[in-house]
């Protein structure tokens, strides 16, 4: 879908920190984009969201999380990314199907192939026009974060899991590299955001 761009990465990775420095590039430049995030992004999508990362539902079967990251998915474009790519804005969103397909679909077990087909009942044709990767191993990200947030039911799952989404949004990247633009988010964040903006650019996504 064009003019609809997700940001993937790992937990710890600083996805939340580059889209709030790139939110206020756009700002400062007139740029019309509408920045959101997943799960959540809209009133109902949030909800579903405090459910999900509450560290107190840690008995939450597997599947049942991955249905609601899906239901969640189908408020939050119903909401917000529907309406304002229709109106002809840049949508940038952190995070959206990748995720599932890597953490539900890879990281818990539960197949990549059930996940993809969930996902395609949940988004349709509202596939990003690309994905951009922000690369730094679990083991990188958390020891610059200073360790996982506790209080967060997903950055809170053991190690072993976190190694197996890096690996799996690095099988992804390797079975469909047009889809992605991949990024090294291991130097200062400067020169993360630098690189995101180019790609931005680059893609004509931006000026």
Do not use: W
Not at 56 to 69: I, K, Q, V
């Amino acid at each position: 879908m064009r003019n609809f761009i997700t940001i993937e990465g790992c937990d710890g990775v600083g996805k939340t920190y580059q889209t709030k420095l790139l939110r206020q590039y756009c700002e400062e430049h007139g740029l019309d984009v509408v920045f959101t995030r997943e799960p959540g992004g809209s009133d109902i999508a949030e909800q579903i969201r405090k459910i999900i990362l509450d560290a107190n539902n840690s008995a939450m079967d597997d599947l049942c999380e991955a249905f609601l990251y899906a239901a969640s998915r189908i408020q939050h474009l119903k909401d917000i990314v529907k309406p304002a790519l229709s109106a002809g804005k840049v949508v940038i969103c952190d995070r959206y199907v990748h995720s599932s397909y890597v953490y539900q679909g890879l990281g818990r077990g539960l197949g990549l192939d059930k996940i993809v087909q969930l996902n395609d009942i949940a988004v349709g044709d509202f596939m990003p026009q690309f994905t951009v990767f922000l690369d730094l191993s679990p083991q990188d990200a958390f020891l610059r974060k200073g360790g996982a947030d506790k209080s967060d039911r997903m950055e809170a799952a053991e190690y072993d899991f976190h190694i197996k989404v890096y690996q799996g949004y690095k099988s992804l990247i390797a079975r469909n590299p047009q889809q992605f633009e991949v990024i090294d988010a291991s130097g200062t964040k400067e020169n993360t955001q630098r690189q995101l903006r180019e790609v931005l650019i680059r893609r004509g996504v931006l000026r």
